[in-house]
């Protein structure tokens, strides 16, 4: 079992940046590649950014490529998601989720359906 809780979302203005943390409870963490997704208000989940076990490997959505980052410290068992740049249709809920312990590059090609937990989401809020 794991629990996932999500901090760090909040009000910005366009153009703002804000650092997103999900902190993982429970074994297999560094075992599992970690992602992030949101969810906007009347919108469908969109895969942001996937991290390998080890932390060297990265994907991200169109949408985000180049203004967010990735990352892992799996000493801590944090995944972290920096957004820079935000821009008004980042506006959503954010949530990490733990993938099955595969090679990333299959859970990037499968999305949502191979990640086991998920957490509560935190809001991110871009006002331009």
């Known amino acids: 079992q794991m629990q996932l809780v999500e901090s760090g979302g909040g009000l910005v203005l366009a153009g703002g940046s804000l650092r997103l943390s999900c902190a993982a409870s429970?074994?297999?963490?560094?075992?599992?590649?970690m992602g992030w997704f949101r969810r906007a208000p009347g919108k469908e989940r969109e895969f942001v950014a996937l991290i390998s076990k080890s932390g060297d490997s990265t994907y991200y959505g169109e949408s985000v490529k180049g203004r967010f980052t990735i990352s892992r410290d799996n000493t801590k068992n944090t995944v972290d998601l920096q957004l820079n740049n935000l821009q008004p249709d980042d506006t959503a809920v954010y949530y990490c989720?733990?993938?099955?312990?595969?090679?990333?590059?299959?859970?990037?090609?499968?999305?949502?359906?191979?990640?086991?937990?998920w957490g509560q989401g935190t809001q991110v809020t871009v006002s331009s």
């Open positions: 989720a733990a993938a099955r312990a595969y090679d990333e590059a299959y859970i990037y090609i499968r999305g949502a359906s191979v990640y086991d937990y």
């Open positions: 429970g074994r297999s963490f560094s075992a599992r590649p």
